[in-house]
């Protein structure tokens, strides 16, 4: 429906045909790769691991922008590095190869890798998908608490009981037009919903049994 062509061209890997995407006052397109790769950070839908790399070396790659040719590394890079692991649940696994995990790992580790950048925008494709409901509920957290400490997050998500619970603003697309934007309340209405996903929706009542994927315990 275009969401991920979406944002593939806010990170600059593909050319729109018109218009222009502007990042605060500069064109995406006039900055250079690395100018877009400290600015922008890019989780990808794929979950590929190409090459057998320990975690820890893959996170470490969201560093690299801020590093000078051939330059390692530093003790603040090291933190920053070791802060994003922990806070996707990784860290434990940091020195095992990221060819061995499961899909849901992998999406972890290369989240970590995308928040050690510490961009000023981090997109998301499909952050969720593959976890179980624990860690789902911690990474929509934990991108919810980026957007409260300055960042901006764009995430592309199916979801929407996640989406209404961590949002602040959704924008529902079909076919490439973008439906409905607004708030959660505004956007996700029987009619909207009916339009796009060919579904009926409940409101819900005290006398219904509803499983929903709302808080973590404690």
Known sequence: AGKTTLLKAIAGLIRIESGQIMLGDSQLMSLDAGQRARKVAYLAQERIAHW??????????????????????GEQDQRIIDAAMRATDVYDFRQRRISELSGGERMRVLLA??????????????????????????????????????????????????????????????????????????????????????????????????????????
């Open 52 to 73: 057998p790399l320990l975690v820890e070396r893959v996170v470490a790659l969201g560093r690299f922008p801020h590093l000078a040719h051939w330059q390692q590394p």
């Open 113 to 218: 890798r995308a928040l050690a950048v510490q961009a000023d925008i981090l997109l998301a494709d499909e952050p969720v998908n593959a976890l179980d409901p624990a860690h789902a509920l911690a990474i929509m957290q934990l991108l919810r608490n980026s957007c409260e400490q300055g960042a901006s997050v764009i995430a592309v998500m199916h979801d929407l009981t996640l989406a209404a619970r961590f949002c602040h603003r959704l924008v529902l697309m079909d076919g490439g037009r973008i439906i409905a934007s607004g708030s959660p309340q505004e956007v996700l209405t029987d009619d909207h919903l009916r339009q796009v996903y060919h579904i009926e929706t409940y409101p819900g009542n005290g006398d219904e049994f509803v499983v929903l994927p709302w808080t973590l315990c404690e």
